[in-house]
């Protein structure tokens, strides 16, 4: 993983200067987990497979997973329809805070048209991937509050729902001897994670906020949500993953 992480490289871009290097690594503390199974009804869900709810609880973590789990593989039918989020008529400048949602703004946003997006999974996978926004909306879903720390900068925490990463990598099918990802996002930014950090189950691609579409000025149409990993590897407008 490259020792600079996103806040400062986006800050120096945006013409910010940071002096010296700060490393940090927020481990997740697992005091116990909460695996909770039954059948219920996924709503949304037109898939004919085994639907669970699962619930994992982190103690002494912000960090609550809730899954509506159903197949690996993209449902046909129907989703309900989406009010694509577009621009504010005035953009807060780097590390300043979206009155809009209350999280701090880092980065270049990008507009990218949802309806030909694609999240390319390519690398040391036997199957690569190219899958749509609604490809996405049909996998196993997940919601948390987690808590984002661009380190000496700021701390956001909210709400996010998506995607779990591990259900992305599987799909694609790790090969032996991969050792990390690197995402790479539309304005040019990319960061990498340990395999065995991206694979934990908090982590997820997200591509909602509080139950609507992501903002663009956050990362639509999907971004990045790692608890315990520093707000730098939290990719937003992410385009592809490569095994490595």
């Known amino acids: 993983m490259r020792p600079t992480d996103e806040c400062r490289m986006r800050a120096k871009r945006a013409g910010q200067v940071f002096l010296g290097r700060v490393m940090f690594r927020r481990l997740l503390p697992f005091a116990g987990f909460l695996l909770i199974l039954g059948a219920v009804s996924c709503a949304g869900n037109t898939g004919t497979g085994p639907t669970t709810v699962t619930t994992v609880a982190a103690t002494g973590s912000s960090t609550t997973l809730v899954v509506t789990t159903s197949t690996a593989t993209p449902t046909a039918g129907e989703l309900p329809p989406i009010v694509v989020p577009t621009l504010p008529a ?11 949602t209350g999280l701090h703004v880092t980065g270049t946003p990008e507009i990218i048209d949802v309806a030909s997006y694609r999240l390319k999974v390519d690398g040391k996978v036997d199957h690569p ?4 926004y609604d490809d996405l909306r049909r996998l196993p879903k997940v919601t948390a509050t987690a808590t984002l720390v661009c380190p000496a900068t700021f701390t956001d925490i909210t709400t996010w729902s998506g995607v779990p990463l591990e259900t992305i990598l599987d799909m694609a099918g790790v090969q032996p001897g991969a050792t990390k990802i690197t995402m ?3 304005d040019g930014y990319y960061d990498s994670l340990a395999l065995s950090d ?5 982590n ?6 509080e139950g609507q579409p992501l903002p663009v000025l956050h990362g639509f149409p999907l971004r990045a949500v790692l608890p ?3 707000g730098g590897v939290w990719v937003k407008w992410l385009l ?5």
Do not use: C, H
């Not at 991937?129 to 749509?132: P, Q, R, T, Y």
């Not at 997820?204 to 906020?209: D, G, I, M, P, T």
């Open 90 to 100: 005035k953009i807060p400048a780097y590390g300043q805070v979206d009155p809009a």
């Open 240 to 244: 592809e993953i490569v095994v490595q």
């Open 184 to 186: 790479k996002a539309a």
């Open 204 to 209: 997820f691609l997200a591509y909602e906020w």
């Open 228 to 230: 315990g990993q520093p």
């Open 129 to 132: 991937l190219s899958l749509s």
């Open 198 to 202: 991206a694979l934990k189950p908090e």
